[in-house]
């Protein structure tokens, strides 16, 4: 019996379930969690300019399409997001002397990038395929993040979610990107 | 009993965190989404059977030096893999990558290899490059289908980033078209076991950017050529390179 547990208790943690004593709230949070969540706000926030953008000028319809598609889901995202951090009284940018605040200015999209494209008479498309590429992956690695370390069950479904979402996204860009 | 338990569940917690910081993806930084790069295949689903690669093509790091696609690391082995059926894309002898960065390292180089042959490297001086880069390449007379390798040369730590991009080169189409006149037969005769040497003090009346017309004549590191079609020249066009354009006299 008690081994069994015990390989259990491992199997859990190997496959990435961590498994909560009993004495903790059922629906206990991390610090990944948290992380994850100011560090998605912040990509979205980030990224919502860009969307907006190649929805409106893109000339591959398909491209318009998704990058509207993806507008809405950042939309829906950033409220679950808000609210959760709001609930854990958490604030809802990463604080300064965090990883990501000091390792940011490396993965962020920049107004630079996005004044680029605006002025671009022609590229529009490759460029914007390519920034958008950039973003989601960051994108990608966020909820990875939270996948592999978060602790609050909503919270790691979100980030399975999103993970699927930009992960399509991807894909579509990246056939785009091949095919022109 | 009891103890064990707790010592289980600790060591459990330490095996957690230990897979913790080896899944968390970090290190992740660029790669070359079109031509498509092997681990850009892998991400948009092309190529099925990556792996891990699939969430995270920007995560191809190893120490700089490697002619491995995958930098010569323990993770992404499946992109060295060349019985996988890579697709490789049709281009001309001029080939235009484009990078997608997640990460804006100052950047010392970037280099393009066919086999052992550095076919172009771009010295960024330490600049940090913008969320996405493209380069020209030149060709440099190899045909047929080859495996072009990129590294992306970090000026700040000891590391690059690998991205190999499988093409058919000469097939027709191409990527982006020679900016002149391109060859009407792509240069398919020559035998692709015999890479040009890589940029070779070259002596002669030949200069890339002059244009010749068929039947002119020059001379490349001693030897004379007559041009076979008429073109502007660029580097990696070197006579000895591209016998479609220009035959021994």
């Not at chain 1, 994108?139 to 990875?144: H, P």
């Not at chain 2, 009993?1 to 965190?17: D, E, I, Q, T």
Request: hydrophobic letters at 35%.
């Amino acid at each position: 019996m008690g081994t069994r547990l015990i390989a259990l208790v491992l199997l859990l943690v190997v496959s990435g379930c961590t498994p909560r004593p009993e004495t903790t709230p059922a629906q206990a949070n991390n610090a990944t969690d948290v992380m994850f969540l100011q560090m998605g706000l912040a990509q979205i926030d980030e990224g919502d300019d860009l969307a907006t953008l190649v929805a409106q000028r893109a000339e591959d319809p398909a491209l318009r399409t998704l990058a509207t598609d993806l507008g809405g889901q950042w939309r829906e995202e950033d409220g679950t997001m808000r609210r959760w951090l709001l609930g854990w009284q958490q604030p809802l940018t990463p604080g300064p002397g965090t990883d990501h605040a000091g390792h940011g200015h490396l993965h962020t999209l920049r107004p630079a990038d996005l004044a680029d494209l605006k002025s671009r008479k022609s590229d529009f498309d490759r460029t914007a395929v390519g920034l958008l590429l950039s973003h989601l992956g960051n994108c990608v690695e966020t909820s990875r993040m939270e996948s592999a370390g978060g602790a609050y069950p909503p919270a790691r479904a979100l980030a399975r979610t999103i993970t699927e979402r930009r992960q399509s996204q991807v894909r579509a860009l990246l056939t785009m990107a091949a095919s022109g | 009993m009891r103890r064990k338990f707790v010592l289980a569940v600790l060591s459990a917690g330490a095996l957690a965190a230990s897979l913790f910081v080896a899944v968390t993806p970090a290190q992740a930084h660029g790669y070359i989404s079109s031509p498509p790069s092997r681990q850009a295949n892998c991400a948009s689903g092309a190529v099925s059977g990556c792996g891990d690669i699939v969430y995270e093509p920007q995560s191809v790091e190893a120490p700089k030096g490697s002619t491995q696609c995958n930098g010569g690391g323990s993770r992404f082995a499946v992109l060295n893999d060349n019985s996988k059926n890579w697709p490789a894309a049709s281009v001309g002898q001029t080939v235009t990558f484009n990078w997608v960065l997640t990460a804006r390292h100052s950047t010392s180089t970037w280099e393009y290899f066919i086999g052992g042959t550095l076919l172009a490297s771009f010295n960024d001086g330490g600049a940090q490059p913008g969320a996405t880069k493209q380069h020209t390449v030149s060709m440099r007379g190899f045909t047929g289908r080859q495996t072009v390798l990129a590294r992306w040369n970090i000026a700040d730590t000891t590391n690059a980033f690998y991205s190999c991009v499988d093409l058919n080169i000469g097939g027709g189409g191409g990527s982006t078209p020679p900016p002149t006149t391109p060859p009407t037969t792509p240069p398919t005769t020559r035998p692709p076991t015999t890479p040009p040497t890589t940029t070779p003090p070259a002596t002669g009346t030949w200069r890339a950017g002059t244009a010749y017309a068929v039947g002119s004549t020059v001379t490349y590191n001693g030897v004379t050529y007559r041009c076979r079609q008429a073109h502007t020249a660029i580097a990696g066009w070197e006579p000895p390179n591209v016998p479609a354009l220009w035959e021994r006299v």
